[in-house]
């Protein structure tokens, strides 16, 4: 059985709205879309009188060829941010479904159900060590109508990935039940690999990638689903007419080039270097109390009064993020490895600080 078929009845009955682009495409005269045929003086040339092509099919394809999946198992979207709110919006019923997320994790899991309306079973990350509850996990689905998982790895804040048997494990066991969804945001930070190639095995697994992080390209708002080609479908179906403006076509296909990747890869181990240093310098620290090891871009630590540092810290003009209301997370702040001389002055006023 597939997994779609758990997910809301009504979306699978829906019949989307079909957008002009994705009706006809372009012709030599396109007068379907109320589209002005003039260019604006302000457009750099992108053609962005024209509404974009609701899925970029080169960018689509190009994502399909490096994950080594078929182009009909991607989804390009507005930041992970929206393909969370798509997979919820699908799967859980408002009033009635539920999702079970790993707390402490990323706040827009628990945001998003609560704007849909689904339950949220809350199975906290185990102290300290912060791994999973794997157990607790399953256990937590068999007794509500949960629908969705959220497995975040690595975790924000915590910095910890989830080996690959563990989400197999966790695939195999709600096969049928519900969608496993691995958010691998900081995934190219982190030496363990990432649950792609186990989208050949489960049907019931997504995976979501950004190009916020790794790829430095947060302000155009990119992001991707990978999964089972029926559950693109479904939430293509709920997809937004035209959520990949020209521009973000454009700038991520470019990212995504041969060469670029391989500067950005350089990039990307300067800053595991610099987070591995970071982590080596906040250690060595008087007021530092722990800090985790991270395989992500930040790293979490711990004081005596976490917001009273964060409170000194913005008043010197550095932002970190505050953590501590978080469960299990008292007194604790996160960082987001920055440039040396960022890094510097957030070390320095550390050293500086006295209760
Ligand atoms: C774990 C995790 N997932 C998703 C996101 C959202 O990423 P995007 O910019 O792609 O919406 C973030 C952003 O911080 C994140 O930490």
Sequence with gaps: MSIVSIAREDIRQLKPYASARAIAGMAPVTLNANESPFLSPADPGLGLNRYPDPQPGELVQRVASLFELAPEQVLVGRGSDEGIDLILRAFCRAGQDAMVQCPPTFGMYAIAARIQGAGIVDVPLISDTFKLDETGVLAACDEQPVKVVFLCSPNNPTGNAIDLDTVARICESLAGRALVVVDEAYGDFCDTPGAVTLLQRFDNLAVLRTLSKAYALAGLRCGLVLSHPEVISLLLRILA???????????????????????????????????????????????????????????????AQGHDLWRYLADQQVLVRDVSHYPGLDNCLRVSVGAAHENARFLSLLEDYRP
């Design 241 to 303: 007419p035209y959520p990949v403006p020209a521009q973000t076509a454009d700038v991520v296909l470019r990212a995504l080039g041969e060469a670029q990747r391989r500067e950005q890869q350089k990039v990307v181990s300067v800053l595991i270097d610099s987070r591995d240093n970071l982590f080596k310098q906040l250690k060595n620290i008087k007021i530092v109390e722990k800090v985790w090891p991270s395989e992500g871009n930040f790293l979490l630590f711990r004081v």
